[in-house]
């Protein structure tokens, strides 16, 4: 049977579609580029369709539990944005990071 192919493994090309469709300024693209590496190294082992809620809740508490409210609803609509164009590419049945209703820790 096939292992299906961790979701890091699609950054990179869901990143050059979001940096062609969007043309981030340079400081947004710096921050997207730290977020896409810190996406890279969480989801190393999961694949897109397996990615749920708990596992986006994870992520912030992994990476930005001690930052602010304002930065914790950025990093989740980082996520948001890469996981739509997963589901765009059909790697994702819908969008896990859209179910996140308030990014404070729990």
């Known amino acids: 049977?096939?292992?299906?192919?961790p979701f890091s493994e699609h950054v990179d090309r869901i990143m050059e579609r979001a940096i062609?469709?969007?043309?981030p300024s340079k400081s947004t693209l710096d921050d997207w580029n730290n977020?896409?590496?810190r996406v890279?190294?969480?989801f190393n082992n999961i694949?897109?369709?397996?990615i749920?809620?708990?596992?986006?809740?994870?992520?912030?508490?992994?990476?930005h539990s001690e930052s602010s409210?304002?930065?914790?609803?950025?990093?989740?609509?980082f996520l948001k944005k890469l996981f739509s164009y997963a589901v765009d590419e059909s790697l994702m049945m819908d969008n896990p990071a859209t179910?996140?209703?308030n990014a404070a820790c729990r």
Request: aromatic share 6%; charged share 35%; hydrophobic share 30%.
């Open 40 to 42: 890279k190294e969480f």
């Open 1 to 5: 049977m096939v292992k299906p192919t």
């Open 47 to 50: 694949p897109a369709c397996d």
């Open 99 to 101: 179910r996140e209703k």
């Open 20 to 23: 062609k469709d969007e043309q």
């Open 52 to 63: 749920e809620l708990e596992h986006v809740n994870a992520y912030i508490r992994n990476y």
């Open 69 to 77: 409210a304002n930065v914790q609803n950025r990093k989740v609509s």
């Open 35 to 37: 977020d896409a590496t």
